[in-house]
């Protein structure tokens, strides 16, 4: 699934390839915040943590955009500048992982009519992690295949 070597971070396949996680197990899902803002708001990105200890990141562009890349777990990204003033944590209203993490059924990317990826829907055993880029990402969990609202 990964392409790179050992001194590179893995890549993520091109944008708009479906199942592009398929049969990986994610482990963790960690919200990079900015400090000084608190946590109350939205992450500025989320994290997903594999269970082979890659992790993929899921950020907004300036235009509001979503892009889907290689993370740099336990590193936070590059772009997290001053890095004292940045933190990974979890994110509020998600479900702990089940016991070996959640298996990847299925991705799916949806974009605008220019080919701009706005939301990314993760699919997997138990329910599907939705994933919105705007001025922060938004992520919810969903139960089931209806969409309908997880409890936690």
């Given amino acids: 699934m990964w392409v790179g070597n050992e ?16 049969g990986v197990r994610i482990v963790g899902v960690l919200g990079v915040f900015y400090r000084p803002e608190g946590r109350m708001g939205e992450p500025e990105a989320v994290e997903f943590l594999l269970a082979d200890g890659q992790s993929v990141l899921l950020t ?3 235009d509001g955009t979503l892009h889907v890349g290689a993370g ?16 990974f944590a979890a994110v ?6 089940p016991d070996g ?3 990847v059924t299925r991705t799916e990317e949806r974009g605008d009519g220019r080919g701009e990826v706005y ?9 599907s992690f939705v994933v ?9 969990f969903t139960r089931g295949h209806r969409g309908a609202p997880a409890t936690t």
Avoid: K, M, Y
Avoid at 7 to 22: I, M
Avoid at 92 to 97: F, G, K, S, V
Avoid at 119 to 126: D, K, M, P, Q, T
């Fill in 101 to 103: 993490g959640w298996t």
């Fill in 132 to 140: 919105v880029g705007g001025d922060t990402v938004a992520i919810r």
């Fill in 72 to 87: 740099t777990w336990p590193r936070l990204p590059g772009w997290c500048v001053p890095s004292g003033q940045w933190e």
């Fill in 60 to 62: 907004c562009a300036s």
């Fill in 7 to 22: 001194d590179e971070a893995p890549c993520v396949p091109e944008h708009g390839r479906a199942d592009w996680l398929r």
């Fill in 119 to 127: 939301e990314a829907v993760i699919r997997c055993e138990g329910g």
């Fill in 92 to 97: 509020p209203n998600l479900p702990q992982p």
